[in-house]
């Protein structure tokens, strides 16, 4: 006995019903079928319509994101290609499904959302920081995570799975594995899966990409970096296996998604 669901003229699915007795769908059972089913379709649109919201979210948040020189559309594109490449490469072994590797991509151009919160004269300083500037800078983590959350409060999204990861990204993309990261030092495995692999590729595309206060390292360079990086503990090995077991993609993605500006940096 098959039911389809549709939510206005949009199909949503199917439901399958199947019995070992023959004859089993009477018209009475069909119509208790159809009633579990109308159940079920409330709940679906329920869940999508709210998944939906958080997804249109997180693109209106990026796109506050790219309003600010300090982040281009390019590498904001390039970081989270990167961050799919490496959970789909540790999706097996970490048990990693199709929806965490999307919403991982989706979500990380949010990382450093709360960088719209730090004043231009820092962000596009083109020598060091001083101590007072360095403490305003690392600010955007706290900051971050107040919009994020005020924003799934307001529309009230605190409450699905997929929020946590989001603030998880913002929350830990700058902490180490040997506890001299920031904002709470965490190590090890306090550190969110997510968080540990949206760093990796931040990091990989920062270095790769011309900033006020740098040149763009070449590719190679830049995973020489990521190796001894990984050697003394500070950044996961795994996502940054992950990028060296898929050189040429990467070099692609930096190639190919790159503002026109940017310096190129595959040069060996």
């Known amino acids: 006995f098959t039911v389809p669901l549709f939510s206005g003229d949009h199909l949503v699915g199917f439901v399958f019903f199947d019995s070992l007795t023959e004859a ?4 009475i059972v069909q119509r208790d079928l159809v009633l579990f089913c109308n159940l079920i379709l409330m709940a679906i649109v329920s869940e999508l319509t709210a998944v939906n919201c958080l ?22 594109t390039r970081m989270a290609l990167l961050a ?6 540790m999706a097996q072994e970490y048990n990693l499904d199709d929806e965490f590797v999307e919403h991982l991509y989706l979500f990380a151009p949010l990382h450093d959302i709360g960088k719209i919160g730090v004043p231009d004269q820092i962000l596009l300083k083109p020598g060091k920081l001083d101590d007072t500037e360095w403490m305003m800078m690392k600010s955007h983590v706290v900051k971050g995570v107040d919009i ?8 009230q999204l605190s409450h699905l799975v997929d929020s946590r990861l989001m603030i998880n990204i913002v929350a830990g993309h700058h902490e180490r594995l040997d506890g001299s990261g920031y ?18 590729a931040d990091m990989l595309d920062a270095l790769t990409s011309q900033r006020p206060y ?9 995973f020489d970096e990521l190796r001894h990086l990984a050697a003394i503990g500070q950044i996961d090995s795994r996502c940054v296996q992950a990028l060296l077991d898929n050189h040429e993609i990467v070099a692609d993605i930096i190639s190919h998604y790159r503002d026109p500006e940017e310096q190129s940096v595959l040069q060996e």
């Open 84 to 89: 799919r490449l490496i959970a789909r490469d």
């Open 183 to 200: 904002p709470k030092g965490l190590t090890g495995d306090d550190i969110p899966l997510e968080a540990r692999i949206v760093a990796v």
């Open 55 to 76: 997804m249109s979210t997180a693109h209106v948040a990026r796109e506050f994101v790219t309003l600010r020189d300090f982040e281009t559309g390019a590498h904001l």
């Open 214 to 222: 740098k040149e763009a390292w070449p590719l190679a360079d830049a």
């Open 24 to 27: 089993a769908f009477s018209n």
């Open 148 to 155: 994020i959350r005020r924003v799934l409060k307001d529309y």
